[in-house]
T-cell receptor, first 119, second 115 residues
Framework: AQKITQTQPGMFVQEKEAVTLDCTYD???????LFWYKQPSSGEMIFLIY??????QNATEGRYSLNFQKARKSANLVISASQLGDSAMYFC????????????????FGRGTQLTVWP | EAGVAQSPRYKIIEKRQSVAFWCNPI?????LYWYQQILGQGPKLLIQ????????DSQLPKDRFSAERLKGVDSTLKIQPAKLEDSAVYLC?????????????FGPGTRLTVL
């Protein structure tokens, strides 16, 4: 089974509007972390935001926020006030076993969502 | 603070040839990762180092791929011999520790084309 599912191959949003990118995950580990990365056409993966499974509040970083719904196993990324420079591929990723003592750092990635911001 | 450095950025080889990629992690980061990203997919972990020891290489095709991290800093990933299906972007990432909540920071990647 896929550990990370991103069901939107492509999304379009007008500049200055908000957009939500969907991500669902699958794990039986009670301790895990969820990440979102941005990958522009240049290829580098840029870290955006992190949410831990035990975090009580949704994570926020500037214009990025993570809508974490644990019971539904979803971790959607919300980008507010979209900018032309936000056009890129966005990846949701998960790491299991984030509790103390774990040494495995493997990130499981989804297939990504291509976001296009138009003026 | 300098980011993760990788070289070369692009490489074109013929099948059955060998190729090597180099990665220099963020200064002080003990954990280093190599990921393979095939076109249209998310990255997949090949190998994880903690200092100069291997933590996870369960997804590394060991008959043709090898990696080392001498002295716990720079790392080299080698493919010998290359196959057509090895065409991908090879991403190196580092984090200050393994596990926990430490974020992995990625380099620009090496785009490999095997003809």
């Amino acid at each position: 089974a896929q550990k990370i599912t991103q069901t939107q191959p492509g999304m379009f949003v007008q500049e200055k509007e908000a957009v939500t990118l969907d991500c669902t995950y699958d794990t039986s580990d009670p301790s895990y972390g969820l990440f979102w990365y941005k990958q522009p056409s240049s290829g580098e993966m840029i870290f955006l935001i992190y949410q831990g499974s035990y975090d009580q509040q949704n994570a926020t970083e500037g214009r990025y926020s993570l809508n974490f719904q644990k019971a539904r196993k979803s971790a959607n990324l919300v980008i507010s006030a979209s900018q032309l420079g936000d056009s890129a591929m966005y990846f949701c990723a998960m790491r299991e076993g984030t509790s103390r003592g774990s040494t495995l750092g493997r990130l499981y990635f989804g297939r990504g969502t291509q976001l296009t911001v138009w003026p | 603070e300098a980011g993760v450095a990788q070289s070369p950025r692009y490489k074109i080889i013929e099948k059955r040839q060998s190729v090597a990629f180099w990665c220099n992690p963020i200064s002080g980061h003990a954990t280093l990762y190599w990921y393979q990203q095939i076109l249209g997919q998310g990255p997949k972990l090949l190998i994880q180092f903690q200092n100069n020891g291997v933590v996870d290489d369960s997804q590394l095709p060991k008959d043709r791929f090898s990696a080392e991290r001498l002295k716990g800093v720079d790392s080299t990933l080698k493919i010998q011999p290359a196959k057509l299906e090895d065409s991908a972007v090879y991403l190196c990432a580092s984090s200050s520790t393994s596990g926990g909540t430490d974020t992995q920071y990625f380099g620009p990647g090496t785009r490999l084309t095997v003809l």
